[in-house]
């Protein structure tokens, strides 16, 4: 989740039947610094988002998210808590949001040089040093992998573009792993659209 979630009510209600009921969950947060133009500061209390677990008895801690293998190896950890022991926790990811929000946000809220700052920390890059540093990969291998991803990536948008929209009759299909008590019909979802003015 965000770190803007962790202002949210139901979170914290969540956390509390977790820790009551023993469940596996790690509480997995991407702290990026900003929920939209809300620095974390500013929005919450207690801004070291891993303590948020302490009025539950609940286990958190602080990863450097832009280190890959310690996400990796603290995730492993905490997982193996979680199925041996029951045990739920908060892994809290310290990362950079690198653009604004949404593509309506120009993220004028920040200076360029927080973000220059921000961006000059790439967790790939960062990983592709530490692979060649390993003697693992070399330039070449990360200018072919680079070029092979931006063309999955554009073939993938291509063929977004290309395709039909979806249909609203569709609009919950893949949504929930299982039913869910009151979620309207294909045949609400169709009237409600009629009743919007849509042609259906
Ligand atoms: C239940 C709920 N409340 C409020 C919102 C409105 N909202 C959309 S995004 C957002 C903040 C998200 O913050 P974060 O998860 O940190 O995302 P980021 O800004 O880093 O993309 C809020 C409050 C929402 N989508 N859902």
Known sequence: MGDGT????????????????????IYFIVNNGY???LKVERGSAEPD?????CAFRMHGER???????????AVRRLRQRAEEE??????????YRFRGHSVVDPARYRSEEE???????????????????????DEDWIRQTT?????????????ANNSDNPRIEDLFDFMYATPVANMPSKEDALEA??????EV
């Open 6 to 25: 962790t202002n949210i009510g139901a979170w914290h209600e969540s956390l509390n039947m977790a820790k009551l009921y023993q469940l596996p969950i």
């Open 35 to 37: 929920g939209m133009g």
């Open 49 to 53: 988002l891993y303590k948020k677990g």
């Open 63 to 73: 990863v450097e998210g832009r280190d890959i293998l310690a996400t990796r190896d």
């Open 86 to 95: 029951g045990e739920p926790a908060i892994l809290e990811a310290m990362s």
């Open 115 to 137: 973000v220059r700052q921000g961006r000059a920390d790439d967790p790939i890059q960062r990983y592709a040093h530490a692979l060649s540093e390993a003697g693992l990969i």
């Open 147 to 159: 070029d092979r991803v931006e063309r999955e990536v554009q073939e993938a948008i291509e063929f």
């Open 193 to 198: 659209a009629r009743i919007a003015g849509m």
